[in-house]
């Protein structure tokens, strides 16, 4: 069976800034692949890349054995690629519902069918309650699960979440991690960028460790906490482990 999603010596760079150099990873279906590096580590950019936000300077990415370097991102979200965005960005002006029905468009084309969608999605991440609110309404934690809302309504394929767990409490930290890991046994693959790393150690079936651009390690979370060159990495940093 073919990779989901491989990524093939790619790189990015920034005028001067290599942010992503030659990283090379494969997503079987059904894993849960955590991303994970220091601040600046390149791992934001590199979801950009995978989800078509901006095009790789070198290198190839396939999703589902076919070349989809340099697509765009409305054409990634409608082969099965969505995304959350590490600084949220709902329509503030719009409520809860509407903003998740913009994602849901993408499958349904009838407002009867994207309202089903985004209330049945709403009410997968706990956010039913809220669906009239506006969305400058929501604290940050009821924001970030918005953020997951508007990815999942696009029913992907493989979904990208950049720290889906800033700014939570250790409870809502203990429901997203709960939501997140059963993702794949639904049928959705993930890729998970965090800072809080105990979340993504207890879920992940594998890691990808970045470093200035590089990839620096790749292997079983209780590997990765004790290779010397995740560590390293790490020093200086807040290396969130329990
Ligand atoms: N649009 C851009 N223009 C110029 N430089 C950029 C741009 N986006 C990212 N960079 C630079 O690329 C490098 C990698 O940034 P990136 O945001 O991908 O890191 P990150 O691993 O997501 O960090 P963090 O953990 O802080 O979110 C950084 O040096 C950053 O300043
Ligand atoms: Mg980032």
Known sequence: MS???????????????????????AVQPGELLGLIGPNGAGKSTLFN??????PPSSGQILFEGKPVTGWKAHDMARIGVARTFQIPKPYRQLS????????AFLREKSIAGSRKLAEATLADV??????????SALTVGLLKRLEVARALAMRPKLVLFDEIMAGLTPTEVGAMTKFVAELPV??????????????????????????RGKQIAEG???????????VKAYLG??????
């Open 3 to 25: 990779a989901l999603l491989e990524v093939r010596n790619v790189s990015r760079s920034f005028r001067t800034t290599m942010a992503v150099n030659d990283v090379s990873f």
């Open 49 to 54: 890349l995978i989800a078509g936000v901006l």
């Open 96 to 103: 809860v519902i509407e903003n998740v029905m913009l994602s």
């Open 126 to 135: 706990g956010l039913a309650d809220y669906a009239g609110s506006p969305a």
């Open 186 to 211: 639904r049928g959705i693959t993930v890729i998970w960028v965090e800072h809080v790393l105990y979340a993504i150690m207890k879920t992940a079936t594998r890691m990808v460790v970045i470093n």
């Open 220 to 230: 079983t979370p209780a590997v990765m906490a004790r290779d010397p060159a995740v």
């Open 237 to 242: 940093e807040e290396m969130i482990l329990a």
